[in-house]
């Protein structure tokens, strides 16, 4: 078993800190204040809450030496610490195995655990950060548990690529597809750069100078209506429609 380079007896935290300072303001102010009569009780509280002041505050590194080995440990653990370390979305979603794969890197843990926070406490004595002894800022994102049937379940949402330069459109430009096809400019935002690129270039081909007539505009818009349309019918349908024309070009031939 690996022998503890340094303590891990509880170390007050730059806001506990502050409160067992003020606690012993507060204790001073009473056992000085006349209208206090069991003074005894209080010298009680106020020698137990300095005696906790003086145990539990933080001491900054004696030497530079030392605080190369407390550096060094502090690393040595947190590498130690972090294999196996439950991710923050199996942390979250609670998947099956979840609370066993915590348990079990909690118990192999817990003392390299606490020597790290002390050692985080230790190295920025007096500096107030609150969070400086916090292993959440150090818990790993990737997961090795199977998101399946977690008791939380999450969304997953899939961004289009947009690897390389973003293709963008200016305000005329959107105002004009906009215009032209407001279903297509709904759309422009879950398009990758490819599909961006090859709008762009349409639009660009009709020219901004000069706007579409309202006649090429309900043009456009009737062939989306009528793609829509066509896009809905079942193949049974078409099937029908199909064979209906190659009826009605047979009659036509015949009577010829």
Known sequence: METQVFDTKPLYRPDQLQNAKEEIRSLEAKLSNPQIQDKGEVGKQLRRAKHMLAAQTPEPPTSGEEEGRMVARSKQLLSDILQGMPSHEEM?????GAIDKHRHWEGRNKAKILEWKNLQLRMTAGSGDREVANLERHRPHASTLNMDNAFIPGRNFFMPD??????VFNAEQLALLRKMSPQLADAIGMMNNVQRE????????????QEPSEASVEGKRGVEKREKKRAKLS??????????????????????
């Open 162 to 167: 947009t690897s390389g330069p973003a293709v």
């Open 235 to 256: 193949a049974a349908h078409k099937a029908a429609m199909a064979a209906g024309r190659a009826a009605a070009a047979k009659r036509k031939a015949e009577k010829q």
């Open 92 to 96: 979250r979603k609670s998947p099956p």
């Open 198 to 209: 090859e709008v762009k270039n349409a639009i660009s081909g009709i020219g901004l100078a």
